[in-house]
């Protein structure tokens, strides 16, 4: 605020891949990670506290032997030795070493394989690796109960005790902000609006519940941020109270909400293989502009997977809207490179981007960047540099999913918006 699969509308494709391509997955948190590293003694010197534990006592100094939280190199010294874990690791610990490298967050770990042995394998040597440092790991979960087996009850996220892994559709976790339902191994959301608002401080702060890192739900959020613009530009003050039509609008539109908790969003993204495409479409509105990537990856099936999302609201300032078109075109391009990097085996002639603006893809592709204009020429360097000119292409506007993503959509329209979730139907 990976494609989608929906109930009801689209319970029949709620897993598209095959069984013996499901990942077992595990996630875990470093116990006290700062204080489980220590400062060299040289150094402690220079961390020195004048500290006392009772008034009655006189004021001492003491010098603090570990990373310290809330000092601004603690969270780069945390990462640093666990950077640094897997760097002298990687002929021991392989998997682990991978883990360490790639798929950890300051204090959180995910990890897995492509079957049970080889997340069985992962997790020991996790768990070797990170012992030889002093360094435990809690709060475990998993989508397969067999990886829990071992792993002692206190050492387990609570919720997990009472999860029942075998179809269990109320069991959920949360990794990173997102809703994780392990028995049936998806994303979902859990939005709990207030209708009633009436203030440009209480509508501010219900359009930040929306959590949505990866843009899943970027046409809702746009809808949303749409209302929030006319009270900005309306120029109300926090408190001041909104007018009734404003009131009315939000409520229409908050009291839909809960439907995207119908929104499920398989984790597994299918294997990258020879016939594995990046495929990203640019959008543009008086409203907001925005970029949407799919990974379509043909083997038996053609499996079309929504990765991520990224809109960006139009300026105050009134732009024309082939500039505004262009603008998506930098963000597809950006996102798309970033969303690359998830997938090193996908080549460029593999990656594909679309856009319904002729006047941005002739920018693009018929003249170099230095014939342009400032504004232009810096941005056609920066799409051509990520994606070259001969990777574009025109689509028409009601073949573009990026179109609901620039406009907005409510949440009940989200939920059964295939062209957003499958791409258009050429794709397959």
């Not at 049936?184 to 949505?212: C, E, G």
């Not at 970027?218 to 001041?240: E, G, H, K």
């Not at 495409?277 to 949407?292: C, M, N, P, T």
């Not at 960006?312 to 300032?317: G, L, S």
Request: aromatic residues 10%; charged residues 20%; proline residues 8%.
């Amino acid at each position: 605020m990976s494609s989608c699969s929906l109930d009801p509308v689209y319970s029949s494709i709620s897993r598209r891949w095959l069984p013996d391509l499901e990942w077992t997955y595990f996630t875990a948190d470093i116990r006290q990670m700062f204080r489980q590293i220590q400062h060299p003694p040289e150094d402690r010197d220079l961390l020195r506290i004048p500290w006392r534990f009772d008034t009655s006592q006189p004021v001492q100094e003491y010098r603090l032997c570990t990373v310290t939280y809330g000092t601004t190199s603690a969270p780069y010294l945390a990462c640093r030795v666990l950077q640094e874990l897997a760097l002298t690791s990687q002929a021991s610990f392989p998997l682990a070493s991978e883990i360490l490298r790639d798929r950890t967050y300051v204090d959180d770990i995910s990890g897995g394989g492509p079957t049970l042995e080889v997340a069985l394998q992962s997790r020991d040597q996790l768990i070797q690796l990170l012992s030889q440092a002093q360094i435990e790991l809690r709060k475990w979960a998993s989508n397969q109960p067999q990886l829990l087996n071992k792993i002692p009850s206190e050492y387990l996220l609570p919720a997990m005790s009472s999860v029942c892994l075998e179809n269990d559709e109320e069991s959920q976790l949360k990794i990173l902000g997102l809703c994780w339902n392990p028995a049936q191994d998806y994303f979902h959301f859990l939005i709990r609006s207030v209708p009633n608002v009436q203030t440009k401080r209480q509508l501010a702060s219900q359009i930040a519940k929306v959590f949505d890192p990866l843009g899943w739900l970027i046409p809702v959020t746009v809808f949303a941020l749409a209302i929030f613009r006319i009270v900005c530009q309306a120029s109300f003050d926090w408190d001041d109270p909104l007018p009734s039509s404003i009131v009315q609008e939000w409520a229409q539109f908050a009291v839909s909400l809960p439907d995207l908790s119908k929104i499920h969003i398989p984790i597994f993204l299918s294997l990258p293989n020879p016939k594995c495409y990046l495929v990203g479409f640019a959008d543009a509105s008086e409203r907001a502009y925005a970029a949407v990537v799919y990974l379509v990856s043909q083997s038996e099936d053609t499996v079309i997977s929504l990765v991520m999302s990224k809109a960006r609201m139009a300026p105050m300032k009134p732009v024309t809207l082939p500039r505004l078109e262009l603008c998506a075109a930098h963000l597809l391009a950006l996102t798309i490179n970033k969303v690359r990097l998830l997938f090193p085996q996908i080549t460029t002639q593999n990656i594909l981007a679309f856009s319904d603006s002729t006047i941005a893809l002739a920018w693009i592709t018929a003249t170099p960047p230095p014939h342009w204009k400032v504004f232009v020429g810096n941005r056609v360097a920066t799409i051509l540099e990520k994606v070259p000119a001969s990777q574009w292409f025109h689509i028409s506007s009601s073949q573009n999913p990026a179109d609901c993503a620039s406009r907005g959509v409510r949440p009940q329209e989200l939920v059964s918006h295939q062209l957003w979730w499958e791409g258009p139907p050429w794709l397959k």
